[in-house]
């Protein structure tokens, strides 16, 4: 199948990508290595993906170089597109909420635009567990997002998913809204907890916690990628599917199975940071029933692939 994926040369869109050519995929990715983290490192997952087969890459922004993008969905014709590009970050949005405004809601819409108007069957959204805001109750279902929600980068992300909603309507693609949760594992973005721990670690730093008794539920790279292609069998016309692994794990308990690793582990502590939440934990019961899609990585196994991967290749990038 030809599939776009945009923000390919990202954390999770070069293990999609890495995927979608080993299973015989033909594969354009659009990504205009935006520097929200080093570009070195991005080029260095263009490498990571190219091990795996041939793609064509072109760095080109979806605001920035709207007609090129445009362009190269039409002549391309892809079937589907996987719309990974935007700027994570919950703090980074605080600091310049607009900048949310262009590339998690803009780009978004540019990309729906050209999915449509090349006739792609499918459109696949990258949303984020953000989208739940602060809740009582857990685990977290895909009905229970209603706008309430706590960051700048959450309100983006919410909004984006309406505009999902719209083209949906204007066009004949199938859309699949999936929630990402907190994804960690090898390349991981080098601005999440996990990466930032590690590194730490391998230096022999002290860590730094921000609050206590939060929760996190982590999703393992590999299961996040799978959860993308689960969606190729989405049979509604349009779905939002949490893809998590179903289990929070505490902070305290990050900190446990960090130790096991690092026995010399030291701990410093933070105050909460503003935007964030207090916990998440995917109900992943409809992504499984209408998907197939099933986490099968513990978190103690991703974390050890992690920082097995960390202590060859965390130290030679930035
Ligand atoms: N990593 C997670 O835990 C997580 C959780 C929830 C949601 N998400 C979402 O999943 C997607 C991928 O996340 P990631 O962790 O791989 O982030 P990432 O920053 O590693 O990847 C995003 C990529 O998009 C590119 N990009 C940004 N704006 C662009 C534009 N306008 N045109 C072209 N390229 C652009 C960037 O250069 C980057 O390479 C994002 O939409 C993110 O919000 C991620």
Redesign the pocket.
């Known amino acids: 199948m030809k599939v776009v994926v945009?923000?390919g040369?990202?954390?999770?869109?070069s293990h999609l990508s890495r995927k979608l050519i080993h299973e015989g995929h033909e594969v354009v990715i659009?990504?205009?290595?935006?520097p929200?983290?080093s570009i070195n490192r991005?080029n260095r997952h263009l490498e990571f993906i190219k091990e795996s087969g041939e793609f064509r890459f072109f760095q080109?922004?979806?605001?920035?170089n709207e007609k090129e993008v445009r362009d190269i969905f039409l002549s391309f014709q892809p079937e589907a597109v996987i719309h990974?590009?935007?700027?994570?970050g919950v703090p980074h949005s605080i600091e310049v909420p607009n900048e949310y405004v262009d590339?998690?809601i803009k780009?978004t819409i540019n990309a729906l635009r050209f999915a449509g108007d090349s006739e792609a069957k499918q459109f696949i959204f990258?949303?984020?567990?953000?989208v739940y805001g602060e809740q009582k109750n857990v685990p977290l279902e895909e009905e229970m997002a209603t706008g309430r929600v706590v960051s700048p980068y959450a309100a983006a992300?919410f909004s984006a998913e309406a505009f999902c909603h719209a083209y949906a309507s204007l066009f004949p693609y199938k859309v699949s809204i999936l929630?990402?949760?907190?994804?960690?594992g090898p390349w991981g973005?080098p601005d999440?907890a996990i990466t930032k721990f590690i590194k730490k670690l391998l230096a022999k730093e002290e860590i730094t916690l921000f609050g206590k008794g939060t929760a996190r539920d982590y999703?393992y790279i590999d299961d996040c990628v799978n959860g993308v292609l689960s969606a190729f069998n989405q049979k509604v016309r349009v779905g939002t599917y949490n893809i998590g692994s179903g289990k929070p794990i505490y902070l305290e308990e990050l900190v446990d199975q960090l130790r096991m690793h690092f026995p010399e582990l030291t701990v410093g502590q933070g105050a909460f940071r503003q935007g964030d939440v207090h916990s998440t934990w995917a109900d992943i019961r409809k992504a499984n029933e209408q998907l197939g899609y099933y986490p099968a990585v513990s978190f103690s196994e991703g974390l050890a692939n992690t920082i097995e991967w960390a202590k060859k290749h965390e130290t030679e990038i930035c």
């Open positions: 945009t923000g040369a990202g954390f999770i869109g659009i990504d205009e290595l935006h929200y983290y991005k080109k922004s979806l605001i920035h990974l590009a935007a700027i994570p590339y998690d780009a990258a949303s984020s567990s953000s992300k929630r990402f949760f907190t994804v960690y973005r999440m999703t």
